[in-house]
Every structure is written in structure tokens, then in C-alpha cells.
């Protein structure tokens, strides 16, 4: 009689919603990397879908930062979309369209078309989900075919800054809307550790302009669905989720993209933290066992 | 991991050190469960020897606070450690479990 051989635990690291605090994800992918640990699946959502998209079409740590740093940038929000605003404003006049985004997206789209190009789901190395949010209906949309461009712009609309994106003739808004960290995905496609690296957004000391103040307030829907989200996926998996909240130490807002290094060492950081007992759950050997861990 | 149990006048004390997590969960429901099941319904968790809890542990926490309520009793938590805080906050455990600085401030949140 042959005794049974327990079933290797499928890994999925899940990536929430955090703009540049997303970056923390190439720490930990780095920390991953050096271990060997190879992850099953990558969800991610909002700049959290940036990484793993990154991740999934197998670019390296340092590939995927140059990357984002030349994304996210102040570039991509300097020109204004006047024709939205009047639609939304004058909406006889200019004919409203059913939303509206400050932010003229086409710098944002030529950013992402070179950083993706025409990548598609078809083209990764490692099954990809990213989460965006259904205008009509409101629902949470898992992607996971069609264009990679398509679905990391549906899941980074932010409300009002972007205008919502079509994929397969529904309109997108940003994940963070229904699933700021979309562990709910990594269950239902069958994995049992889940990483889960996810953030909450900051609330500004001052609110000096009605932008600000609908920032405030988009960020206090957003961290409460957090919580919420968060607290019931925990109860309802039945392996382990291991959430990985970095710790910065100071604020970090939407472009603060020059501290970029720091957000990456504090992800490296906190993987660190949860590495014993990865290893444990993963039933990987101890780090003396393994014999000196290439570090790149 | 290793669970304490110290007995008050109207409250027992369990002391856990290390991880609670996938790997210990079982345990500490188990001895948890004991307890309640001993009738001591009145429960406090040091947990300031407790640095780490994962989704395993959370749901050892919450089974045992659904059980200790049940019962007649409540189970309360101390001296819970920052790392540990920020995962019982993120998960909405803070909002339904009562929290204390300390041992003997959960001790005297039980009516004698």
C-alpha cells in the first residue's frame, strides 16, 4: 500500500489596490525570487494590477521598476480633459456621456501601451487575474483574457481622475470600487496560501480643494470595503492567508514616486517577516538546509 | 506555541506565546475550547507574547469568542502586540472583540 502524498499547496499572491505603495510588491517578489518560491497565480487590482501583470509576463524586479517609474509619473495627469469637465458641468450643451474624468487618459494609455504593448492574457507565464468594477451594475469583473493594456487601464480608473475604460462593451472603473484587495479571487481559483499584500489609503491631514475632498472620501468607502472584504475572505478560506501590510514609516501619496526604493525595501521587509513560516507551511527546507540562496 | 492557563476568581487567563497561526490554530482552539467546555466561560487572552496570527488564527479566535458567548461567557483580549493589532484591525476582529491594554484591566472588565 503506497501512503498518500500530501497535495503541494497552490501559492497565489494577491495585490491590492495602493497606487505607488503597489511598488512594495517588487520587494516582496524580490524576497520571493531569492527563495525560489514560485507563486500559482497573480491577482491584482488598481497599481496593484500594474505588478502583477508585470509579474505574470515574467519581466524581472528591475525590468518592472523601470517600467512603473516611467508610468507613474506626473506626466500622465498634466493634460486636462476639458471635454469631459464641460459634459459634466454643461451637460446639454456638451453632451454628457454617462461619466466623467478630469484626467485626459491619452498620455496613461500611450504609458501603459509601452510598457505592455500588445500583451495579452494568452502571453504570461503565470495565470493572471486583475479585478476591475462594472459601472452599470457596480460588480466586481475578475479579467482574464483579452488585452493586458485593457484590463490594468479598466482596473486603474480611478473615479473621476480617469475616465471608466470598455472591455468586452462594459464600462470599468477601478477595482478598489468593489475588491480593494481581491483575495475572493485567489479562493475561488483554488488556491490555499494566499499572500496578500494589500493597503489602505491615507487620509490627508488638511483638505485644501474639492479633489482632495473626494480623495478623502473615496478613501473612506475604500478602506471600510477593505476591512470588510478582508475580515470575511479570512473566515471563509480554508488554508491560510498571510497578509503582508508594510510599514512606511511616512506618508505616501499617489505620485510620490520618488520614493519609490523605500516602498520596495519596506515590501522586501515585511516578506521577510512572514518567510519562517512560508517556509513552513510550504514544507521548504530551512535556509541552512538549502545551501546558500543566490540573491539577485 | 505554548498556552498558560492561570485561574482567577471570575475570569481564567490563558497565556499564549509564539504564532498563532495555521500551524498552532488547532491547539490553541482545542485548549481554548477545553476551558469553556470546564465552564470557565469567562476567558482573557494575554497575547503579549503573541507577535504573529494569521487567517487560521483569526478563525481560532473567532470560533472561541462565538463559544465563550454562547455559553453564557465572553472572551476578551490583552496586551495585544502591534503587528498582531493591525491584522485583528484590518480584519474587523476589533470592532466585534474587546480589547484591553493590559491583564488586569480585562480582568476588571468582568463584573465580580
Known amino acids: 500500500m503506497s501512503a498518500s502524498v500530501p497535495a503541494r499547496k497552490r501559492v497565489a499572491l494577491v495585490i491590492g489596490a495602493g497606487s505607488v505603495k503597489c511598488a512594495a510588491a517588487l520587494g516582496l517578489w524580490k524576497v520571493l525570487r531569492r527563495e525560489g518560491i514560485d507563486v500559482d497565480m497573480l491577482v491584482g487590482c488598481s497599481g496593484g494590477s500594474i505588478y502583477a501583470a508585470c509579474m505574470a509576463l515574467g519581466y524581472d524586479a528591475d525590468e518592472t521598476e523601470a517600467m512603473t517609474l516611467a508610468l507613474w509619473n506626473r506626466d500622465v495627469t498634466k493634460r486636462r480633459d476639458y471635454r469631459s469637465m464641460l459634459g459634466a458641468f454643461l451637460p446639454k450643451l456638451f453632451r454628457f456621456r454617462g461619466h466623467v474624468g478630469m484626467v485626459h487618459d491619452a498620455p496613461l494609455n500611450a504609458a501603459l501601451r509601452t510598457g505592455f504593448g500588445e500583451r495579452r492574457f494568452a502571453d504570461v507565464v503565470r495565470p493572471l487575474y486583475v479585478v476591475a468594477t462594472e459601472l452599470a451594475t457596480g460588480h466586481q469583473a475578475t479579467l482574464s483574457d483579452g488585452s493586458i493594456v485593457d484590463a490594468v487601464r479598466a482596473s486603474i480608473a480611478i473615479p473621476y481622475i480617469w475616465a471608466p475604460w470598455e472591455v468586452d462593451g462594459r464600462l470599468m472603473l477601478d477595482g478598489c470600487l468593489s475588491d480593494p484587495l481581491p483575495v475572493d479571487v485567489a479562493i475561488k481559483e483554488g488556491a490555499d496560501v494566499i499572500l496578500a499584500m494589500g493597503f489602505e489609503s491615507p487620509y490627508p491631514r488638511r483638505i485644501r480643494s474639492a479633489t482632495s475632498y473626494a480623495f478623502h472620501v473615496n478613501s473612506i468607502y475604500t478602506n471600510n470595503l477593505f476591512r470588510a472584504n478582508y475580515s470575511f475572505h479570512n473566515l471563509a478560506h480554508h488554508a491560510e492567508i498571510l497578509p503582508i501590510v508594510p510599514e512606511f514609516g511616512e506618508p505616501v501619496n499617489l505620485f510620490d514616486t520618488h520614493k519609490f526604493a523605500h516602498v520596495i525595501a519596506c515590501g522586501a521587509r515585511a516578506a521577510e517577516e512572514q518567510l519562517p513560516y512560508l517556509r513552513q507551511l510550504l514544507a521548504l527546507p530551512a535556509p541552512s538546509d538549502a545551501g546558500a540562496a543566490g540573491v539577485r | ?112
Open chain 2, 1 to 112: 506555541m505554548d498556552v498558560v492557563v492561570e485561574q482567577r476568581t471570575v475570569t481564567t487567563v490563558v497565556r499564549i506565546t509564539g504564532s498563532v497561526d495555521g500551524l498552532t490554530a488547532d491547539a490553541l482552539l482545542s485548549a481554548l475550547q477545553a476551558q469553556i467546555e470546564a465552564g470557565n466561560t469567562r476567558l482573557i487572552a494575554d497575547l503579549s507574547g503573541v507577535s504573529y496570527t494569521s487567517s487560521a488564527g483569526l478563525r481560532a479566535l473567532l470560533a472561541t469568542v462565538k463559544q465563550a458567548r454562547s455559553a453564557g461567557g465572553d472572551f476578551r483580549l490583552a496586551s495585544v502586540m502591534p503587528p498582531v493589532h493591525k491584522v485583528l484591525e484590518m480584519s474587523g476582529f476589533t470592532t466585534i472583540l474587546k480589547l484591553y491594554p493590559d491583564v488586569e484591566l480585562a480582568v476588571a472588565s468582568f463584573p465580580a
